[in-house]
């Protein structure tokens, strides 16, 4: 039986690429599978074979399941270079949220990092 590796997942719609995120704990990385999406007509006649799929990701954290047609067009995180906030947001990561919100009040700190304070304030579901 194959492990199952949950990762970070991206979703593009349109020109739009958006990043998920669990609404329920804030999880960055998701399970996949694929749904059959039954309907009575169509089990009817024994036919469930031919309904549509969805695409679903599963957060790792809490199980939250995300739930998307096939024709979303869906993928892996691209590889792309980190921005500025995102390599703050990683040298962050240990700070404590009384460094952060130092960091996010004080002066001398530039927006980028800023914005990675309030963001893992955010995900640690502290007020910002």
Not at 53 to 75: H, P, R
Not at 106 to 116: C, I, M, P, Q, V
Request: hydrophobic letters at 35%; charged letters at 30%; aromatic letters at 12%.
């Amino acid at each position: 039986m194959d492990k199952k590796i949950a990762m970070e997942r991206t979703i593009y719609v349109g020109d739009r690429e958006i990043e998920l995120v669990c609404p329920i704990c804030g999880g960055k990385k998701f399970f996949d599978r694929k749904t059959l999406m039954n309907t009575v007509g169509m089990t009817f006649f024994d036919l469930d074979w031919a309904n549509p799929e969805a695409t679903n990701f599963i957060c790792e954290d809490c199980s939250y399941i995300f739930w998307f047609m096939e024709d979303l067009s869906v993928g892996p995180k691209k590889d792309r270079p980190l921005t500025r906030a995102e390599e703050y947001e990683i040298s962050f990561r240990n700070h404590s949220n009384d460094a952060l919100y130092k960091i996010l009040n004080g002066k001398g700190y530039n927006d980028d990092a800023k914005a990675a304070a309030k963001n893992l304030l955010r995900q640690r579901k502290m007020p910002v």
